[in-house]
Structures are given as C-alpha cells and as structure tokens.
C-alpha cells in the first residue's frame, strides 16, 4: 500500500448493473485505490457505506489511471463528484400494437376522449351491415336464424315498440356483444331518436 488511510471498503456500480468491491480512500472530490485491475469508466458510481448505515453515492468525472514507477504501484485517482446512481440503462424499445375495428375509431392514450362521432349511415345501410355481420360471423344455426328474426323485428319497430324490440334483439345478441360493438352507438341513437 502506497497510501495510508486505503482502508474503506466501497463499491462500483456500473451503469450495466455489475458492481465490484475495492479498498480506497474517499475524498470530497477525489477516490484512491491501487486495485488497478478495476473496469471504472467515466460515469459510473461509487458507493460508501457511512457508519449510521446511509449510503454516500459519487459519479465518476474522470477515472484517473496512473502508471506507477519504481515505489508506486500502478493506481487510479478517480476525480468524482457527489451525485446519483450510475447511468442508467438505455431504455429497451417498447412494442405498442393496436388493433382498431368499426367505423370512425381512434386510440387515445392517457387521455379521455370527448369527440363526437356523426355518422351518415342510414338506417337501412346500417340493419344491413349487422345482418351481413351475423350471418358471417355466428356460427351457430339456431342462434344467427333468432338473431336475424330479432334484427328483423327491431327494423320494423315503430316508436311505440322500438325500446322492447331494442331489448329483444340484445338479449338474443348477448354471446356475440365483440361482434355488434361496432354497430352499437348507431343503434342507441336510432333508439334514441325514434323516442
């Protein structure tokens, strides 16, 4: 030991996550050690465990390899700053898929969405698509012949009687609600507007 005093045990902490334990002597802006096999680099963190148990952090400014001559050891006198943990990793890329159905849709991310669709489709455009809907996608024979009957029934519904054929049709429609979403909102305001 070319240094008195290089008796604290500290730790690196590299911006990878590996860390490795060396003696030192630990200065406000300078650290000492003559482990010259130690991987610092410029950025990386140096840990002090203090007495009381909290732990002291400095970032390495400049890790400062010395060669050494005939009485002095080949060292590092690491310019340090006090500061925070070691760089961070860079982020891993993130993958977003969104899988987007129906008319007029859109995503919204951390935010609420206040915009109001109007929508040009006529009645009979819109009980069309929803039979061309059920018919290709309800598998079922007894089911998609009920569903039809229902949706047949709605469309000839008058003011009177819409909100009971409205009901009929998605108690029928209940096992294949992913199906009809899209045609929902259309659905509600003909409910709506013939009230």
Known sequence: MFLPGMTETVTLRKATGETCEFEAMVQPTKIFTEDSNLPVEQGD??????PNGTVETYVVVERG???GDYAIPDHYQMKVRKGGPARAKPPQPTTHIYNLTGTQARVNIQSDDRSINISSVTNEQLFTEIASAISEHVANKGQRTEMLDRLDALKQADAKTIGERYREFIGTAADHMTLLTPFLPALTALLVGMK
């Not at 963190?45 to 203090?50: D, F, H, I, K, N």
């Open 65 to 67: 390899f010395r060669k």
């Open 45 to 50: 963190a140096v840990e002090r465990t203090l």
